[in-house]
């Protein structure tokens, strides 16, 4: 099992940045990626960035390219999203995700664990 917890959601104005970071936790030298993937409200879950763990591959989705970057810190078991220029269409519950035999990144139900989640709202 691997324990995933988020942190640094927040309520930002339209421009502005914030930091998510997952700490993860347990069985973590089974990990071969982790990723990020939003919630709005009525909306599906999407993908928005995820890093291989041993080669730092990094994958992103159109909507937050340039904007948004994954990084990892494999001492401290911590992937981090950093996210600038912050828009109202960002606004959602973040989720960290982690897997061991990941080979699409960029879909949800190649992750084995979730964190519980993060809340970013942006106003405009």
């Known amino acids: 099992q691997v324990q995933l917890v988020e942190s640094g959601g927040g309520l930002v104005q339209a421009g502005e940045s914030l930091r998510l970071s997952c700490a993860a936790s347990g069985r973590t030298f089974s990990t071969n990626a982790m990723g990020w993937f939003r919630q709005a409200p009525g909306k599906e879950r999407e993908f928005v960035a995820a890093i291989t763990w041993r080669g730092g591959s990094t994958f992103y989705a159109d909507s937050v390219k340039g904007r948004f970057t994954i990084s990892r810190d494999n001492a401290k078991n911590t992937v981090y999203l950093q996210m600038n220029s912050l828009q109202p269409e960002d606004t959602a519950v973040y989720y960290c995700?982690?897997?061991?035999?990941?080979?699409?990144?960029?879909?949800?139900?190649?992750?084995?664990?979730w964190g519980q989640g993060t809340q970013v709202t942006v106003s405009s």
């Open positions: 995700a982690a897997g061991s035999r990941v080979i699409r990144p960029r879909v949800g139900s190649e992750f084995d664990y």
